[in-house]
């Protein structure tokens, strides 16, 4: 297909006598004309054609340009326009801390201006490269190794912008520059034995911190529970202290009206006490017991014992209701 069209072009060029040079230009490329020496046009994809002469009034351009695969230097007339991907070549740099270590990067750029390329700096590629290759020493050595390793993507986009703007007037966009991995050599050992260390001392302290923690928090737990325990004996003494006071509260208003229905009916009480005569004398008869029964012969007697009866219960209801109030407290 190329010979096809070289053939056309030729056919084409000699039907003119060489006055008219016709050339077919690939995709992806373009070819820069000059005349009398000097800069005169860009052609484009695709046939086309200029006053040549027989190469008098306008030629094709031919350059030197470093090849990015193989870093070759070749003789060529075509500028590719595609974006481009330049393995970089490793490169020793020295961080801020005086490491000394082995770096890969990966550039992406594209010619956007073949004119600037060709005729503002003598091969753009070997030119990128030698470019890159001092900002990417100068760049590292201002972060420290440990830096570089945890802010890949922040020193990245910082070599990106610098190389983009210092080969702007050159034609060339540096769309991404990446770096790809370091190589450490034998430091790498020992860093990785340094680090080993470092964790392993994070963990001694995590975990002498986490059974702090645990005693701490055992601790309030036991002191919480000792509080909860001396509030429950308190809250018991009280209810029995309460529940003793309302069993003596209901004693003392049963007897509190038995001595006021006695007082007024003095007569229930003889009949009541005949009543647990009789069937005590029959109790002790049917066991073979003595039957002498003690029966107050005055009610005045019974009622005054009464009387002392309650003021004995007063008594006891100012004891209860003082070892109350010091449960409470």
Known sequence: ???????????????????????????????IITRFGKYNRTLKPGLNCFLSCGGLFGQIYF??????????????????????????????????????????????????????????????????????????????GSFNLEEIYNSRATVSLNLEKEADQAVSAWGIDVTQLEIKEFELGEFASELIEQKQEELEKKKKILRAEGLKEAKIQEGMGLKVYAEMEAEAIKI???????????????EFYAYEKVAVILKKYPEVLTKYLQLYNAEKISQNLGQGKATTVFLPSDMHLMVRALNIYNTAQDERMEKINGESSRVGE
């Open 1 to 31: 297909m190329k010979k096809n069209k070289l053939s056309i072009d030729r056919v084409l060029t000699w039907l003119t006598l060489g006055i008219f040079r016709f050339i077919f230009v690939k995709e992806g490329t373009n070819i």
């Open 63 to 140: 350059f030197h340009l470093t090849n990015v695969n193989t870093l070759e230097v070749n003789y060529t007339n075509e500028v590719d326009i595609k974006e481009i991907v330049f393995d970089f070549p490793q490169e020793k740099v020295i961080s801020k801390d005086n490491v000394q270590f082995k770096i890969d990067a990966i550039v992406f750029f594209r010619v956007v201006d073949p004119k600037m390329a060709v005729f503002n700096v003598n091969d753009y590629v070997k030119s990128l490269q030698l470019t890159i290759r001092s900002i990417l020493r100068d760049e590292i």
């Open 236 to 250: 018991r003494a009280r209810a029995e202290a309460e529940a003793e006071k309302s069993k003596f509260d209901a």
